[in-house]
């Protein structure tokens, strides 16, 4: 099963700790949008809080543009509880069958 098959399905189950699981220990992000860079540990409290505590986000038209050995290219739409929605570009990177790394850019869907 392909990472982004596992990504999916944690997802879908809201299961945060397989979700971490297929993170790299060397991890870093950069969420442009929201201007937010971080580690595995500061992604792994993000997933908690987007997976759990009633937070209800909303994803449609999810799917994977291009993966291969190094990298996964996704895009979906994201509608947030406070109302807003994004059109969400996330490059992956893989390191030893894990994510080592995110960048993602947003184009807000709220006129």
């Known amino acids: 099963m392909s990472i982004y098959q596992r ?3 944690a997802n879908r189950k809201k ?11 060397d991890f870093s992000m950069v969420i442009h949008a929201h201007g ?7 992604f792994a409290s993000m997933v908690h809080t987007m997976m759990g505590r009633g937070k209800n986000i909303k994803i449609e038209n ?3 543009l291009y993966e291969n050995e190094k990298t996964l290219i996704e895009h979906k ?3 947030f509880p406070n109302g807003t929605s994004e059109a969400v570009l996330s490059v992956w990177m893989k390191k030893d069958e894990k994510l080592v790394s995110l960048e993602t850019g947003a ?3 709220n006129y």
């Open 7 to 9: 990504y999916i399905e």
């Open 15 to 25: 299961d945060a700790l397989a979700f971490i699981d297929l993170i790299h220990d």
């Open 36 to 42: 937010v860079r971080g580690g595995k540990r500061e």
């Open 62 to 64: 999810e799917r994977c």
């Open 77 to 79: 739409i994201m509608y």
């Open 107 to 109: 184009t807000p869907l």
